[in-house]
């Protein structure tokens, strides 16, 4: 344990010392500060140490700040994660708690949510994502995060390559109750601002006669970190995959929508589907860089968006996990390994 | 005496009695007459339309002449009966025409019924031949044989020299169709090849069914004698559209498939039309106006005066049509246009009479019970003479002719029409099936543990009607609700067994010594520990079952909302495909948001199997 000579407070260490235990995030104990101010002046004046040990590790964990409220979390976002980044093309439901906070999923406690890259499938996104525990759930409930350099590496070379040569599809489909509409995802009800927001972000989109849209893309999936230059694996191609669905769900949604029609659906970009098997292969790999902890009240979760996937374990009891995103990073500087695009080929059945 | 009958078409003679056709000399063509004639006519006209499979006159002609001559070949000739168990489809189409043309008459054996009942049927109707699909798995009763309309070759061989057709009389039997029947028996009506040819002339000079070929809409059983006036028109040279059962219970689907083949016609109970409302209230893109055919029950007035309203604003046209299956079908008809739900006037052909107790001709605007006559008249209901008699009486005033006996109160109204105003006897319609309370308490009170039952129709304004069965166990017992109902479910067909079970430790009884029905008890709902309604019946207790799964919670109630309970699309979406899986019933997404209480959904449920 080192001491800084320029701390404001003698006592208190200035940088904190990183655990690495196994299965678990590199974490720090906060030392115990009396107010929320102290805490903050604390996190600010660690300066470049943090940003570096993020991208040494991807995602720091710090557990017992004195975090019990939206508002205190917005103090301690505004510390670590200046620049705000607004949520577009919204894939989950969430609430907004005001001030650029939001509620992490308001998907249900009994789902799983499965590793991804915050919109990994936008041309700009978050670099940076804050989230803090303000509600232990009772039984389980953790955000699992997965370096993936780690995940690249896991990766059969022949996934990779497809990867790296194609990037991956995305296909969605907005209907009337399933997800999220069209007005809410776009945040409008005009569809001449849908059309043009797809037209500015590489985006094909089509109305059926019923109400409904369906937008395509392509994406790289191989993308590289413009501060650290470490190539990761970078997409939502696991996540959005109708394999990732149980049966009982994906019959569902194929008997609601037809085969084409499911809400949302990914593939590699060389037109040839992405199979169950693949699927396992990837999850497999993300398994195998994951770490997690279990919330505590006032936990902090800081991720490298791009090093680093995030999901949810299932859970019981209430739970409040606040989640801030920031420092918008553009895909173009990410050297991405194939040119985004909006229209894909089709995937064949 | 003045005969008051006849339709607005009709003549009216000098001496003010209005006289119909009923016993006009004059022979009106045979339904496989006029079919032949299409065929020679129209060849090359689209018959029937069966998913992607479309069938013209020439070829229904073929296929209808090879299945009838494997018929005659196994001995089946005029005055025969024949079971038919298939699924709607352009075969089923094939079939029924099949038996008609080999002169015989079909009965409708709904492989859905329990066991016992169907081999009740095929007993009382004397069944020896079933055309059905082997691969169905039906048992059937001892000595009945089977064919299949998929063994084609089998059916070629037999062809030659049996193809033509066999020649009937008007009074010939058509069908068999068994309804409920109250000292515990389901009844067989038997109808003739005369009174279907009446049917069809009478609609047709009705108005109801255009000059033209029409594109019509296939969606009754044909359990249901309406069905008769949907698939037989193909004899006239309509085109007739299967409506699978996916389509039948999912409205845009149904909306989907009468655009994209342009149906004409559409059959409807007005409480089908509560589901399909606002699909069929979109006006068509190539500018046709449908018509609907509503049926089976009665027209309430909210539903009358919206399909009124449509009619003004040229969107759909809707004519309601009344009958019993003892007239074949249909006996009155009026377009549902101005403010009053009525049931219009008889069909051409059709007598009708407004009579007192004593079989006295009442004046107009009296009430009184409806009875009808003329060529539409069923022989009677088959091996029982007793009950035929007991229905089927002699007319007052003609010699040597019968009437029906409708059990149906009605007045005639100053402009010559009748309004419909509910049974002189305890029949009930369930959802438009014909239910005879009896026949339910006498399978009821079959159980060991009840010493005497009654059931009636509980009216609820949220969950429709459903059938409530009271009972007084026998000494010492205490039999539950799941028992009983599973007891019926062993004999009845679903839409027969009651959703609500009542103790009493008597029957009230009126001074007359009969069942006070009026002093029965509501049915009171069981109460759940969290306070909720407990479900009751098949549907209600299944949904609650699935809630629960999908919800993860330890119980539901039938007052219950899915959503405020937790649910959302996704978990719909399980419901949908468990509700699929276990009752067969086909549903979207968003039937579980139409319907969010369980007790709504369970009777939306009743309304897609119903």
Known sequence: ?349 | MSTLHDSGTGSTDNGGTRTAHANSPTRLPDPLARFRQTVADAPGRLAVVDGTARVDFAELDRRTALVAARLRARGVAPGHRVGVSLPRSAGLLVALLAVWRAGAAYVPLDPAHPQDRLASMVKQAGVRIVLTDPEAGTAWPAGVETLSLNDADAWRSTAEGLAGFIGVAPADPAYVIFTSGSTGTPKGVQTTRGGVASLITGLELAGAYDTNPRVVAWNASISFDASVQQWARVCRGDTIVIVGETERTDPARLRELLDTHAVDDLDLTPSHWEFLRDSLLTPTADGRILRLFMGGEPVPPATWQELAAARRRGELEAVNLYGPTECTVDATTAWIEGDAPHIGRPLPGVVARVLGEDLTELPDGTEGELYLSGPGLAHGYVGRAALTAQRFVADPSARGERMYRTGDKVRRLPDGTLAYLGRTDRQIKIRGYRVEPGEIEHTLTGHPDIRSATVTVHHDAEAGDRLVAYYVPADGASPGPDALREHLAAALPPYMVPTAYVPLDAMPLTVNGKTDLAALPEPLDAVLPDGHIAPEGEAETLIAEVWAEVLGRERVGADDDFFALGGHSLLALRVVARLKKRMGVTMRVKDVYQHPSLRALAHHVGTLTG
């Open chain 1, 1 to 349: 344990m080192t001491t800084s000579p320029g701390a404001a407070n003698p006592g208190v260490p200035s940088t904190p010392t990183w655990h690495l235990a196994e299965g678990k995030p590199a974490t720090t104990d906060v030392p115990p500060f009396d107010t929320l101010d102290e805490a903050c002046a604390w996190l600010s004046g660690l300066g470049t140490e943090l940003r570096d040990r993020l991208h040494e590790h991807g995602a720091l964990y710090f557990r017992g700040l004195p975090v019990r409220s939206v508002e205190d979390f917005a103090r301690v976002r505004d510390v670590l994660v200046p620049r705000r980044t607004p949520y577009r093309e919204k894939a989950t439901p969430r609430s907004s708690f005001g001030d650029d906070v939001y509620s992490s999923t308001d998907l249900p406690p009994s789902q799983a949510i499965r590793m991804h890259n915050e919109n990994s499938y936008t041309l700009t996104f978050p670099g940076l994502l804050l989230f803090a525990c303000l509600t232990a759930p009772a039984e389980g409930g953790a955000t699992p995060v997965a370096d993936c350099r780690e995940v690249l590496r896991r990766l059969p070379a022949g996934l990779v390559e497809r990867m790296r040569a194609h990037g991956w599809a995305l296909t969605r489909h907005y209907s009337e109750h399933i997800s999220v509409s069209w007005q809410n995802a776009f945040a409008t009800t005009d569809r001449a601002e849908v059309e043009q927001y797809c037209a500015d972000h590489l985006v094909s989109c089509a109305w059926g006669d019923d109400g409904t849209l369906r937008t395509a893309q392509l994406r790289p999936g191989i993308v590289r970190h413009p501060g650290t230059g470490d190539e990761v694996w970078f997409n939502h191609l696991a996540f959005w995959s109708s394999w990732s669905l149980d049966d009982e769900l994906r019959e569902a949604l194929t008997d609601e929508f037809g085969p084409d029609g499911l809400p949302f659906e990914t593939a590699f970009a060389d037109g040839l589907p992405f199979t169950r098997e693949e699927l396992d292969l990837v999850n497999a790999a993300y398994e195998a860089a994951t770490v997690r902890h279990t919330w505590q009240t006032g936990d902090l979760l800081l991720v490298d968006n791009i090093l680093t996937s995030h999901g949810r374990d299932p859970f019981r009891g209430d739970r409040k996990i606040v989640v801030a995103m920031g420092s918008p990073v553009d895909l173009a500087d990410c050297s991405p390994t194939v040119a985004p695009a909006a229209q894909v080929r089709r995937a064949a059945a």
